[in-house]
Nanobody
Framework: EVQLVESGGGLVQAGESLTLSCAAT????????IGWFRQVPGREREAVSC????????IYADSVQDRFTISVDDTKETMYLSMSNLKPDDTAVYFC???????????????????????WGRGTQVTVSS
């Protein structure tokens, strides 16, 4: 069974950059849809970005478009979320996940965010100060 572990979170100032990592053990991301999601206490989990492997579409939420980039390394064992020009509204716990589907349209990505489909990490905190 795959285990996903996020890392790289922390406290940054607005305008700075941060890269999150998600390491898979017991399996890889090859052939799966991969996604990043975030959640603020008291609010629903929301979609950030996803990509379908291999060579499928990459989707971003409107709020992070042109600032965040999702990627995966050549081994397909680690995925990343590179975040630039961070804003206080980006403060949240960030989760990575993989699934056999879900990254086809932004709407489906949003539905994935609200479900428990696939495998999920436990999250890493990102705090952006103003």
């Amino acid at each position: 069974e795959v285990q996903l572990v996020e890392s790289g979170g922390g406290l940054v100032q607005a305008g700075e950059s941060l890269t999150l990592s998600c390491a898979a053990t017991g399996s890889t991301f090859d052939g799966y849809h991969i996604g990043w999601f975030r959640q603020v206490p008291g609010r629903e989990r929301e979609a950030v970005s996803c990509s379908s492997l291999p060579g499928g579409p990459t989707i971003y939420a409107d709020s992070v478009q042109d600032r965040f980039t999702i990627s995966v390394d050549d081994t397909k064992e680690t995925m990343y979320l590179s975040m630039s020009n961070l804003k206080p509204d980006d403060t949240a716990v960030y989760f990575c996940a993989r699934n056999k589907g879900g990254c086809v349209t932004l709407l489906l990505l949003k539905l994935w965010a609200l479900s428990d489909m696939g495998s999920w990490g436990r999250g890493t905190q990102v705090t952006v100060s103003s």
